[in-house]
């Protein structure tokens, strides 16, 4: 039986890999009765690092589930890795197996909205800050398949390397289209579209595409499949990013590029 959706145990979780690496998980706001945190690594500086966040939608556990499972298997390097991460953005759709906020907002197409205590949160945390890579984990009801979405900007792209990381634990979308967009083995490639953003409102990734991330990176792993298998796919995803965050020197220190 998986606690996927035990908030307080996820927060224990992370209390203890914080412990570990001497780090502090920090508070990041209160919203009703839940108190959200974010982990900030030391070696993190202004123009470089990883982004990471999940459970923005409450209905996705294997996203907060892969992410305290990937940092609870890399306690030894995870102080050397310029991080910044935010392990649950809706913990009462967690808990209630809810997309949506307890205000019924659809957090992942609110970054417009400062008034969001959320939202102007994470902007203070993040302020000026630009990441070599911003990934947010997601899962899709529909997904027949492992897919992602990589905003346009730098090349090569990585879109494909990482999901073939992953596809030893879940199959590759097979579908040509997800959602109205073209998928190509399982990478949609987007370019950034102010229309159609501004009718159906700014997700994470676009507030980040726009200033704060050089590579942005949005993986949806299919929620019909087992938790374990997501999970999985989660994990080998964000240990490929990275890596190859490492191995171009986007880390900005040798230890860290050592360390993986």
Request: with cysteine; aromatic share 10%; proline share 3%.
């Amino acid at each position: 039986m998986h606690r996927a959706h035990d908030y307080r145990f996820l927060v224990e979780r992370w209390k203890a890999v914080a412990a570990k690496t001497g780090l502090r998980l920090e508070k990041l706001v209160t919203v009703g009765k839940h108190n959200l945190f974010f982990l900030r690594t030391k070696s993190l500086e202004e123009g470089n690092g990883i982004y990471l966040s999940a459970g923005i939608h409450g209905d996705e556990p294997a996203s907060t589930e892969a992410l305290i499972a990937w940092a609870e298997r890399n306690v030894s390097q995870l102080r050397k890795i310029p991080l910044l991460i935010f392990p649950c953005l809706n913990p009462w759709g967690l808990v209630q197996n809810c997309r949506l906020s307890e205000d019924g907002d659809d957090l992942n197409r609110s970054f417009h909205r400062d008034e969001l205590p959320l939202i102007a949160a994470m902007k203070r945390v993040v302020g000026a800050h630009r990441f070599a890579v911003s990934m947010m984990l997601h899962e899709d009801y529909d997904g027949q398949g492992l897919y992602l979405y990589e905003v346009q900007r730098l090349k090569p792209f990585w879109g494909e390397g990482l999901i073939q990381a992953a596809s030893a634990a879940i199959p590759i979308e097979g579908r040509m289209q997800v959602d109205g967009r073209k998928a190509v083995a399982g990478v949609i490639r987007r370019k950034f579209d102010f229309k159609r953003f501004e009718k159906i409102g700014y997700p994470e990734a676009i507030w980040l595409h726009l200033s704060h991330s050089d590579r942005t990176f949005t993986v949806e792993t299919p929620s019909e499949f087992a938790l374990e298998q997501r999970v999985e796919a989660h994990v080998a995803v964000i240990r490929e990013c990275v890596r190859r965050v490492g191995e171009n020197g986007a880390g900005k220190t040798s230890d860290f590029r050592r360390s993986i």
